[in-house]
């Protein structure tokens, strides 16, 4: 089972550095829509409060549906480069479907 889930071929710095910094980044994106998330249905307090601003820009913009897609997009990305795929690719692929997400008509 631990070399099913083995990358096949050992990652490079440069590209250790690509996938940290997509994990870093769909991390904070996953982050901003749970505050958006937790503003709209009343919840816990905020884990970004400095950008409480985007988050109820945001929260005002989608709905509760919408925003928890949203969050399952990058949990997917998330766990695609735990599984050792390309953080550009990932990354690429998370913002096309969450623009995909974002355009949507409801």
């Keep these: 089972a631990a070399l099913l889930r083995a990358p096949a071929v050992a990652p490079r710095p440069k590209q250790r550095q690509d996938v940290a910094g997509a994990l870093l ?9 749970r505050d958006a998330l937790l503003l709209q249905t009343g919840g816990a307090g905020a884990q970004n409060p400095e950008q409480k601003k985007l988050a109820a820009r945001m929260a005002a913009t989608f709905t509760t549906a919408r925003i928890q897609s949203m969050i399952g997009l990058l949990s997917d ?22 623009t995909e997400k974002e355009t949507e008509r409801t």
């Design 77 to 98: 990305g998330l766990r695609r480069l735990a599984q050792g795929a390309s953080g550009t690719l990932t990354t690429d692929a998370v913002l096309a479907a969450l």
């Design 25 to 33: 980044l769909l991390d904070v994106w996953q982050s901003l829509l």
